[in-house]
């Protein structure tokens, strides 16, 4: 690191956890966020900030009026403007040093799992099922760490597929429907606006926790944050010996 990044960096490197040596990880780190929106947004801006080395960026829509209530990476100006586009405007804004890397197509799942095998960790910021248990597929296939958020209305939920572990459950082992009936998109409901904020942040530490390998990930672990009432839980997950997904994949 040079000067300038000592200096940029100098709040993270003072943290004992952390380290010049935790700051030098995340320089070297990769994440790949799928989806822009209000999750991807807040998740972008922090792992930018916080100077991971590279992101890929992966959203096919464009910016619409309707997104500026929560997506806080885009501006009024980015109407009309790929999200990912538009993202990584904002975050060489921020930060110069991160690269990053943008797909504006919508990405099959060959293609999501040619780009998460470059990847250190996988950030789920969809707001489809077919998304989620596409990743979930291909992250399980690679064994890389999945960070998974959703949060619609004033219910958000949180947690790490480590795949890095053998025990670890899937998201199918979560929600073993295809869910095609229960769609909760914030395109059709309401979403309050920082409910999204605070998953993206948790999604944002968490991946910086699993590039540095400090403290404990969410693993085994499903946070359920009632914004209403601004009460978080935390439910303990495990293994579904007879998901179709998982079940015969890991040991
Ligand atoms: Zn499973």
């Known amino acids: 690191m040079n000067d300038n990044q000592l200096l940029r960096y100098s709040r993270h490197i003072l943290l004992p956890q952390v380290g010049y040596e935790g700051q030098e990880k995340l ?3 990769h994440a790949l966020i799928v989806g822009a929106g209000g999750l991807g947004a807040p998740a972008a801006l922090y792992l930018a900030a916080s100077g ?3 992101l890929t960026i992966c959203d096919f829509d464009n910016v619409d009026l309707t997104n500026l209530q929560r997506q806080i990476i885009h501006t009024t100006q980015s109407v009309g403007v790929n999200k990912a586009l538009s993202a990584q405007q ?3 804004e921020i930060n110069p040093e991160v690269e990053v890397q943008i ?3 919508k990405s099959t799942e060959t293609q999501f799992t040619e780009l998460a095998k470059d990847a250190d960790v996988v950030l789920d910021c969809s707001d489809n099922f077919a998304t989620r248990y596409a990743l979930n ?3 399980l296939a690679l064994k890389k760490p999945l960070v998974s958020g959703a949060a619609v209305r004033f219910e958000g939920q949180v947690t790490v597929f480590d795949f890095r572990h053998e025990t670890s459950p899937c998201y199918h082992c979560l929600f073993p429907d295809e869910g095609e009936d229960q769609e909760l998109r914030c395109a059709d409901n309401g979403v309050f606006s920082p409910l999204v904020g605070m998953i993206g942040t948790t999604q944002a530490a968490e991946t910086l926790k699993l590039m540095m390998n400090i403290g404990d990930s969410l693993q085994g672990r499903l946070l359920l944050l009632d914004a209403l009432n601004m009460e978080w839980r935390a439910i303990k997950l495990t293994r579904d010996s007879s998901c179709l997904v998982c079940a015969d994949k890991l040991t």
Do not use: D, E, F, P
């Open 52 to 54: 991971v080395g590279k």
């Open 103 to 105: 797909i504006q197509q």
């Open 137 to 139: 597929r291909v992250c």
């Open 27 to 29: 320089t070297q780190s």
């Open 90 to 92: 904002a975050l060489y």
